[in-house]
């Protein structure tokens, strides 16, 4: 029966130090027998066919050897939206919807006509901007080509692709013009993190690895946004745990006159810096 199939992965999940083990069961399990979340609660007294067990223990041994069931399925929410992802995009994180929120209220306070997400990955961040501020012009660039195909297949979930540019091209190297808000996830996990992790053994390399301090893209990218924000505009960065310090001062010694603040994320650790530009004047 699903019930037992259910508790079976949940057990072998545990056993094996997986997180959110039942839930991750419940994904694998619906993934198996495609129906949402309701028809599986519905079905649990229901026999497995013995194509269908097999296929579920497939999918389970895959999570139990480290691969992410975000991958498994193709599939991540992202602020309530489901999102097609594959191993060309990072997964996207709960905390980056910190992100999505401070874009959305700097949005409430300020006049924003264009945006751009730098290494949008599988776009969830363009897209849940695009969709919340249908007046936006979007751009989305990554250096992956790969990765865009991702995000292009996302737009075109959500009927944005129209709105959303989406160019290749390394940090702001691609955009055609000034714009008012930037906001980025980049890369800031450092060597040491990632040799101690299992992160890379399944997500891109590229998305991930910030170079000798964990900072260098991000670093990099500090230094272009000057030239590329219109005057009174902003830049929103996610970035790692104890980084703020490092990119607070970063931006503070390039660009005195703006101002400077961090937010931590539901789980207290500081996640976002926010650089607001001067306005003219
Ligand atoms: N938040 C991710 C993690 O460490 C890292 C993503 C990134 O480098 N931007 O799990």
Redesign the pocket.
Known sequence: MLKQALSEAKGAFIRGNIDDAWLEAELLLRHTLNINRVQLYQRLDRRLTPNEAADFRGLVERRLSGEPTAYITEHREFYGRDFYVNPSV?IP?P?TELLVEKALEYTQRYSVATIADIGTGSGAIAISLALALPWVKMYATDISAAALEVAWINCQRYGVDGRIDRLVGDMVDALPESVDLILA?????TPRELSRTR?ADFEPRL??D?GSNGLERITQLCHQVGGRLSPGGALLL?I?QKQAQAVTSLLSGLYPAARIEVTPDLAGIDRLVSLIWPAAG
């Open positions: 990072l994180r905390e996830n980049l890369p800031y996990v992160l998305a991930l910030g996610e790692g």
